[in-house]
């Protein structure tokens, strides 16, 4: 079947010649791609690595919708077809200390195995476009590279890990990390030229957590105990710890803070990274420092500075980011293409569910005693399929239709299916799931995040 | 260049005259031999300017740097040779490792004349020694031969595979057999000088007669026998006898494999443990393996068969050392045999560097470094190293020496009880802040690297570089197709097999999918993220069980396996050259390192005949049309358990983690 929603790459203008980056030991080529552009890079000599991952000499590495560096300790000659948005040579790079914070690390690691403590679990916070993300790649990959098995946490539902936006994830990453293409894939029917990863899901459906604390806060301690869980149970794991990536948003003070106090206590922090902000620090400081964790360590709390090669990312290229990812999920990348299936189903055939819309908290307005069993107010508004649905994306969690609310919006993902259609007539909708069969019966939740996708299905 | 001046201002000089060498220009190969043989004092920092413009160069003027040193050794010798020689073997390799199928070649007959004497000269002694141009050899006997494989694997790839990661082996042209130093038709080069060395002034009566031979000769000439430059004796094109080389020529190159084989094996026999003489049986047999399963592109072929021709005119690998080979330099102990190696040489941290961040060398490496010739005293046919040892430079050392003794300094090995590892040395201070070289001769004398970072705003920002090798040359064992890095010991080359094979199976499993197509999995539930696990072969795995087998996963995949199985190759010419009965192909036959002895793998033996192990598991398995697969990761993942199952075993612990 013919899909719009396929053209995800243009091809190289192989009419150019290609440029060749002499960068000297300690700098980086900064480089920003277009999207609908592409181009191929090639590592022609020298070491050199991106976010962390090294690159493998003579093989072409493609880049479309992409800003990031490259950056080489060692010195490196990088060959570059096709043309960027931007591109520079960077000298001056806080690698040297985003670097020896793994070490730093590392070295609580090996302490940790050896008086039989916990490895550190690393939160990073700061403002938007600080390179939070970056850092936790960088952080991820170095630690795989020394032969660890760290769990990377998002808990920034603007951008997805291994997902779509909208989610939080955890991933445990024990192969080398997608250059190409962000954090990589999560598992398909087929192979995959890079080792996918095996993501936990959960979906809030909002870009900002303070939106709905009372929703974004238990998901997040669900996804917290997951990941406990799996550090007990696996001693790789244990001996590596985690490394949490978080919205910019709660940075920003107020209530803010205290998600962040519910991360660093749900997670049981050890480790706080501030990057690029003075005053978060300070204040991450006064809260935070001296005090201990559940198990006992003093909680460190560093800062950093934030690379120069943070650019503010405009809300059309976040948006052109989504949209790839949501693609990406159906439809797969340049390296392997994956096939969606449309199918019809019949309105009685869902169980749709959407945050209760209250503009305002209602448990907090409620007198303690109040929050009973037939007076609690519902997390939940059930939906029957509108027109409105069209193009929206719902995910479905490991929950029953006819489990309690909490336990639907505690559950984590199965899976999402895109809504191409909505006949109400007929009272059936044109869905596209990512896999053939039948769909789970299980329960679904609409959020207004990530935006609608129209031209997904021709 | 006047006596007296300081080394660094004549190695700056030096860099500078090289660094405007873009070209094969024979002048200022000439004026660069000059300056060197007029500045022998300094031959140390010449050399070390050298052999780093070798390393730093682009490919494209990698050979017109080896040029220099190849006329500065021949026409100044002594002591070029000895400087030059101790890191030839990354000089050369590192080099070859990046340049272009054309200018190997080059190489290659440039290295044939460094067996050699200096044509001309009264000298009798190569240029280089015996056993530093063997391990040369070696070595790439065997990268070639990896290389063969390797193209053998990328016919399973499928064709887009082929087009965007593939290199396509050059087509050869007309210059393919150029000489190293180029014709003088060539509008490439200057012409020569008139006379050898005219043009420099006669610096302080420290110029040296003009030797008896012609500079220009002197270089030229990779061949056994030296031809006037002027004459261009590869000029007839390659292409007739390339392409219609005679079916009978590959009957013959066969016989002489195995020829070599049988010869081989012969003085495998005799000295049992010798790395040089195995790594060489196995890369014949490999080379065997392939010439009778493929049909070569014929310059493949004739490359093979140059090899073949320099092996069998150079039968005496390592057994008998050249007299000033550095046998260990341990009398008072008798090393055991495998684990002895010559030490006491300080490493080349910046040449080493270059090589182990090259593709595909560190392979080369791993199997170099113990191709370092370490025949026991009993064994060594002549007892010249009696009176040997103690008199011998450090310089004659192998690089793998040099390499292993870093590996040990680093805790990366295990030391060596004969040899003291902590060198003159001592501790440094820790490395300073810009451009210090990332390996630090101070950091190998340390017992193990020293992680001194603190989370601190201080201590973050002091550079570490001896904390960066941790995560490159620590782990020399590189792949070339992602980049994923191993350690040079054993379990590191299993790991890497098992990646390799990963990868293997992946790109061959990508042809099938390409058909199939292929979808986006559902997500796993909590239970079965917590008790999922990545096996080594690089897959996650989401079978609960697999959680305490992992560490022994490796050694039960290999038991699971088929593929996996081998048993020792049969000494009985008449089972040797039988097929498997069920797919009438020949077995492979390697070397397996624990058990010290070649086996064939895949291999089961049922009554009097051996089988592929993967072939009669499958016919076993009813009907046996359907491939087998075993540990396939996408067949764990693919499939989702029933949704249900495990939730009341999720609710459990969440619900004991809630009360806590
Ligand atoms: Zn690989
Ligand atoms: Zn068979």
Known sequence: MSLPGLELSASVETNIEPT????????????????????????LSGNAELFGTELAQKQPYTFTGTKAAIYTWHG???????????????????????????????????????????????????????????????????????????????????????????????????????????????????????????????????????????????????????????????????????????????????????????????????????????????????????????????????????????????????????????????????????SPHTQQVDFTAVSIYRWADSSVDLTSLLPGDAVEENLAPSIFDKEEPSPQMQNAILAIVHADPSDPQETIRDASVIGFIYVAEVDEKRRKLKILAPLSGRLPNKAMIWGSWPEGVTDMVG | ???????????????????????????????????????????????????????????????????????????????????????????????????????????????????????????????????????????????????????????????????????????????????????????????????????????????????????????????????PYHQQPYQQPPGYSQYSLPSQNLDSLKRDIADLVGKTKQEFASIPYNDTLRIRLQALLDLQNILSTQQLPPHEIQAIRDQVAQLSGNPHPPSVPPPYVATPPVPQQQPPPRSSQPQGS???????????????????????????????ATQAPRSQSQQGPTSYPPVSSGPGTDLMAMLRAKGLLPPNSNTPTNGPLGFASPPSATNTPPILPASLARPALINDVDLTSTSLKIPRPHLIFTLYEARPNQCSTCGRRFFATKEGREMKACHLDWHFRTNRRLVDSAKRGQSRSWYVDELEW?????????????????????????????????????????????????????????????????????????????????YHASCHAEIKKDGGTTPLRINTPDSVLGKRKSPSAGFSEINSIYAKAVKT
């Open chain 1, 76 to 338: 490196c000659q990088l060959e570059v077809h096709g043309e960027c948005q931007s591109e520079y040579i960077a000298e001056e790079t806080p690698m040297i200390s985003y670097a020896n914070l793994h070490f730093a690390l590392e070295k609580s690691r090996e302490e940790a195995s050896t008086t039989a403590r916990d490895a550190p679990r690393v939160l990073i916070v700061g403002p938007e476009n600080a390179g939070k993300t970056s850092l936790v790649k960088l952080l991820t990959a170095y630690a795989t590279r020394s032969g660890r098995q760290p769990i990377a946490i998002n808990l920034d539902t603007k951008e997805g890990m291994l997902s779509i936006p909208g989610t939080m994830s955890a991933a445990a990453f024990s192969s080398i990390i997608d250059v190409e293409d962000g954090w990589g894939s999560s598992p398909t029917t087929g192979p995959s030229p890079v080792p996918v990863k095996l993501p936990l899901v959960y979906f809030l459906g909002l870009a900002n957590p303070e939106d709905k604390t009372s929703v974004y806060k238990p998901i997040m301690t669900r996804l917290a105990l997951s990941v406990l869980n799996r550090l007990q149970d696996d001693g790789e794991s244990r001996g590596t710890g985690c490394i949490i990536d978080t919205p910019g948003v709660i940075s920003q003070g107020k209530g803010g803070y205290e998600i962040i106090q519910h991360i660093v206590s749900d997670f049981s922090v050890s480790v706080i990274v501030v990057l690029g902000s003075e005053r978060l620090y300070s204040d991450m400081v006064r809260r935070f420092n001296g005090q201990r964790t559940s198990v006992g360590e003093t909680i460190a709390v560093i800062k950093l500075d934030k690379s120069g090669g943070c650019v503010d990312r405009d809300e059309a290229y976040l948006q052109q980011v989504r949209q790839a990812q949501i693609r990406e999920y159906f439809f797969g990348d340049a390296k392997s293409t994956l």
């Open chain 1, 20 to 43: 060749v980056q002499d960068l000297k030991e300690g700098s980086e080529w900064r480089f920003e791609v277009a999207f609908g552009h592409q181009i191929e890079v090639k590592l």
């Open chain 2, 530 to 610: 917590i008790k999922s696990r990545d096996n080594p072969g690089d897959a996650p795995l989401t079978d609960a069980s697999s959680a305490a087998a992992k560490a022994t996963l490796a050694a039960s995949l290999a038991a699971a396996d088929p593929k996996k199985r081998h048993i020792p190759a049969p000494s009985d010419p008449a089972l040797a050259n039988q097929p498997c009965p069920i797919c009438q192909e020949k077995f492979a036959t390697v070397w397996n390192d624990e058990e010290q002895e070649f086996v064939w793998m895949d291999a089961i033996k049922l009554g009097n005949r051996v």
């Open chain 2, 346 to 376: 300080t490493p080349q941290p910046g040449d080493l560097q270059a090589l182990l961040s090259s593709r595909n060398l560190a392979d080369i490496i791993a199997k170099a470094q113990r191709s370092t010739p370490t025949p026991p």
């Open chain 2, 1 to 227: 260049m006047s006596v007296g001046l300081p080394s660094d201002e004549v190695a700056e000089d030096y860099k500078n005259s090289l660094e405007d060498l873009t070209a094969n220009s024979r002048y200022e190969i000439s004026n660069l031999t000059v300056i060197a043989r007029e500045n022998t004092e300094h031959a140390m920092a010449i050399s070390r300017v050298l052999e780093n413009h070798i390393k730093n160069v682009p490919p494209d003027r990698k050979l017109p740097a080896l040029y220099v040193l190849d006329s500065v050794v021949k026409n100044v010798g002594t002591p070029y040779t000895i400087f030059l020689g101790r890191n030839l073997f990354y000089t050369f390799m590192g080099a070859y490792s990046l340049v272009n199928q054309q200018t190997r070649r080059k190489l290659d007959e440039m290295l044939k004349t460094w067996k050699e004497p200096v044509p001309g000269s009264q000298e009798t002694n190569p240029v280089f020694p015996h056993d530093t141009t063997r391990q040369i050899e070696t070595a790439l006997l065997k990268a070639r031969t990896t290389a063969l494989q390797l193209q053998q694997q990328n016919q399973f790839r499928a064709p887009q595979e082929l087009t965007a990661r593939g290199r396509p082996i050059p087509t050869p042209n007309t210059q393919w057999r150029n000489t190293p130093t180029p014709p003088q038709a060539n509008s490439l080069y200057y012409p020569p000088p008139p006379q050898s060395y005219p043009q420099r002034s006669v610096p302080n009566g420290n110029f040296q007669s003009p030797p008896p031979f012609p500079p220009i000769s002197q270089y030229a000439p990779p061949h056994d026998h030296p031809q």
